[in-house]
Antibody, heavy 120, light 108 residues
Framework: QVQLHESGPALVGPSRTLSRTCSVS??????????WSWIRQSPGNGLQWIGD???????NYNPALKSRVFISIDTSKNQFSLSLRSVTPADTAIYFC????????????WGQGAPVTVSS | EIVLTQSPGTLSLSAGERATLSCRAS???????LAWYQRKPGQAPSLLIF???SRATGVPERFIGSGSGSDFTLTISRLEAEDSAIYYC?????????FGQGTKVEIK
């Protein structure tokens, strides 16, 4: 059974870059059947999809965040990563990594999620 | 962007009762590309239903997804104590993929 685990700094200063890495076990990010995603949940707000990446490196980003987001994949380490530039307190959230389903763009496995606070 | 509106906000029922959760989209969701997730406190969301009515692996038969177009429903036929959670719908018929704000199910 695939497992995903997020890592990265829990505190980021305003205007800096937020970075998260998702390590995958029990499955391969190099599988062409799936895609790999980042999703966040802000305090008091709902879930927001950030973006996806395939093993090929092709990406798809939420237009609301597209100008600040970069998602990459490292098949040798079985990991994928998120960078979010120029953060503000509004980017404070729980950040989840997830695997996209083979049959469509739903999310069939999720990491536990980790809170990231943007504050000086 | 497709906006999903879930109702009610909170549902408080007794074990054994039927729960009916609604998810309404601001426009038709193509090919019934709608999923439902369950999220318990301190845990990540867990996929229950995809393609509006297909149960994910290991999901009990009491969870039933239905609907099409812009109106979708998750029914929990006989509530159990372990079903206490927040339930989210998500559409993947049109990018960006979006989620509803959630319905909290409480077991009395």
């Amino acid at each position: 059974q695939v497992q995903l685990h997020e890592s990265g700094p829990a505190l980021v200063g305003p205007s800096r870059t937020l970075s998260r890495t998702c390590s995958v076990s029990g499955g391969s990010v190099n599988s062409g059947r799936f895609f790999w995603s980042w999703i966040r949940q802000s305090p008091g707000n709902g879930l927001q999809w950030i973006g996806d990446i395939y093993a090929s490196g092709n990406t798809n980003y939420n237009p609301a965040l597209k100008s600040r987001v970069f998602i990459s994949i490292d098949t040798s380490k079985n990991q994928f990563s998120l960078s979010l530039r120029s953060v503000t307190p509004a980017d404070t959230a729980i950040y989840f990594c997830a695997r996209g389903g083979a049959g469509g763009r739903y999310f069939d496995s999720w990491g536990q999620g980790a809170p990231v606070t943007v504050s000086s | 962007e497709i906006v999903l509106t879930q109702s009610p906000g909170t549902l408080s029922l007794s074990a054994g009762e039927r729960a009916t959760l609604s998810c309404r989209a601001s426009q038709s969701v193509s090919s019934s590309n709608l999923a439902w997730y369950q999220r318990k406190p301190g845990q990540a969301p867990s996929l229950l239903i995809f393609a509006a009515s297909s149960r994910a692996t290991g999901v009990p038969e009491r969870f039933i997804g239905s609907g099409s177009g812009s109106d979708f429903t998750l029914t929990i036929s006989r509530l159990e104590a372990e079903d206490s959670a927040i339930y989210y719908c998500q559409q993947y018929g049109g990018s960006p993929w979006t989620f509803g704000q959630g319905t909290k199910v409480e077991i009395k």
